[in-house]
């Protein structure tokens, strides 16, 4: 097999095994309703994932790639750090809508499968909110406040939507209500000037 016929099978794997556990759920998805799927033997899976946890933890992984791409593309883009902010949230917002089960997948089987990769993923993101706040602040837009502080709450935001997504669609939230609520909150208050 040539490289990219076995760069394409593993692609249509992961996709199909995206399918599969959105359908089943990981903890019912199997290698061999995998490989039923991907119209491949149990043993082919078995030559591109040793296991079922390496499957998955190789999705999360393309699913941070994709989302990390996607955000330093944009960020590139802001003109000003509420930009930044209005852009980070809206890609964070419409990436959990678009990719449904990859949430789903998460809050059930947690971060065992994903590991220390997703964790240093949510560190990074922190860190981007961080920056951005701090360059806020330091332009004068933002109110002074504790930047790290104030990027976990966003943080934080944005994650209750990803977990809830899957179990609760009365407590999903627009990305412009978001948007405006952590902006006035972050805004820095300039006094009317005083036209006696």
């Not at 593309?73 to 419409?94: N, Y």
Request: aromatic share 8%; proline share 3%.
């Amino acid at each position: 097999m040539n490289k990219r016929s076995a760069e394409t099978s593993k692609q249509n794997i992961l996709d199909t095994a995206m399918r599969v556990f959105a359908e089943h759920g990981y903890a019912q998805a199997s290698m061999r309703t995998i490989a039923q799927a991907a119209d491949i033997s149990v043993g082919g899976l078995y030559i591109y994932f040793r296991s079922k946890e390496e499957l998955f933890q190789t999705l999360m992984e393309q699913w941070i790639e994709d989302l990390t791409g996607r955000t330093s593309s944009a960020l590139e883009t802001a003109s000003s750090p509420p930009e930044a902010l209005r852009l980070f949230i809206a890609i964070s917002l419409d990436f959990a809508r678009t990719h449904r089960e990859v949430f789903h997948q998460g809050s059930e089987n947690g971060v065992s499968c994903a590991g220390e990769s997703l964790l240093s993923f949510f560190r990074r993101r922190r860190r981007i909110l961080e920056d951005i706040i701090t360059a806020g602040i330091s332009a004068g837009v933002f109110a002074p406040c504790p930047a790290e502080e104030a990027a976990r709450i966003i943080f934080c935001t944005l994650r209750g939507f990803f977990v809830s997504m899957p179990m609760d669609e009365e407590a999903l939230f627009s990305t412009e209500a978001c948007v405006s609520l952590i902006l006035n909150g972050l805004m820095a208050r300039h006094p009317a000037t005083d036209t006696r």
